[in-house]
């Protein structure tokens, strides 16, 4: 047992600790609810507490300006996909069908996950906000690379299909088809366009499979 | 002669119109190049008087106010399409290649072409604009669906493929590979995106072809 979590066994769980994260956890839920419907200019700290339920001050207690919420947001964003990718490695597929999983579930979040819509848009719109927002994409494509590298390795990737190039293209696919939808329908059609994505896109990488 | 131009050669041109006409271009591509590099919040009619070298008074004489520019930006964008077509379509190449070719010219455009990055950045960022943009997306589709509905006709679509699909998933990954090359590197590898998403995608539509 590393030193740490013992002496976190002979304190004992913190309860004021406790309920901070989880606090701090809802004020971010609630800011994400309005910078994804609202937009990062047009969101204040008055409309975050309203939501939430607290004060203005107690809102500041966890995050000293919109800017850092607007970061905080965007980093619980990224720390999704390790964990997505967790869970998705657990149910045993080979590593290309992961990759098409992991975009399932981005899918998933785009429609129903206020934290996916409101970090996308705030990365959108990262020309007005005053703060450094980790570098967007960048996980994404090394994540899908890796999985098809290893499909490349087992031979699961069709012959002269690049790993790196074959994930910068889906993610673009993706990507672009996210955004034409929220633009033009509200992601009320994200569903349906990605299926045609990935149906158009996906057999092109699989080795040893008929071309559709 | 139709009796228009035949009143027109009467008349003569009006030179003070085609003035008019050439200041109000001018007047735009400089707004275009403001635009595409603050954006439409951090641009005023200040900053394109001073760009253009007249006083915000003649400015105000073409457009009433930055609303009034930015759509102007924008429609000025979408009137190129029909202009591009014509022009490839002069080339004589098949509707699949005709289509390539146009997406070929929105690569270019977005690395040369003021108009084409202003007219973008003010597409994602109209919810900060006071005024009704043109519908984003839709005359692109509208334009490679028809090429593709051509392709199909002669017989030049892979089996399938449906046109409408195609033209929808090669759209999203232009614009999603653009959007990602402009976030990440400021469009400078563009155009090696670009021929990424060609190769992997199109040889997929293309009746009668190797796989890759």
Redesign the interface.
């Known amino acids: 047992m590393p030193p740490g979590e013992k002496s976190q066994v002979l304190r004992g769980p913190d309860p004021r600790q406790d309920r901070a994260v989880r606090t701090r956890a809802h004020i971010l839920r609630c800011a994400a609810e309005i910078f994804a419907v609202r937009?990062y200019?047009?969101t204040s700290i008055t409309d975050v507490a309203q939501r939430v339920g607290m004060t203005k001050g107690a809102v500041y207690f966890h995050f000293p300006n919109k800017e850092s919420l607007a970061v905080a947001v965007v980093e619980e964003l990224y720390s999704r996909w390790p964990r997505t990718l967790e869970e998705v490695r657990g149910k045993g597929l080979s590593p290309l069908d992961t990759a098409v999983e992991m975009f399932n579930d981005a899918a998933d979040a785009f429609q129903n996950d206020p934290i996916m819509q409101a970090g996308t848009r705030l990365?959108?719109e990262r020309?007005?906000i005053d703060a450094e927002l980790p570098?967007?994409?960048?996980d994404w494509t090394s994540l899908i690379s890796t999985l098809l590298r290893e499909a490349r390795d087992l031979g699961q990737l069709?012959?002269?299909?690049d790993p790196d190039?074959?994930a910068?293209?889906t993610?673009?696919?993706?990507?672009?088809?996210q955004?034409?939808s929220e633009?033009?329908h509200r992601r009320a059609d994200l569903k349906e366009?990605w299926l045609?994505?990935r149906e158009?896109?996906f057999p092109?990488l699989r080795a040893h499979e008929g071309?559709?």
Chains 1, 2 share one sequence.
């Open positions: 937009g200019p047009y990365q959108n020309a007005f570098e967007p994409y960048v069709h012959d002269g299909v190039q074959a910068r293209v993610i673009a696919a993706f990507f672009g088809m955004h034409i633009n033009l366009r045609e994505v158009l896109i092109l071309r559709r």
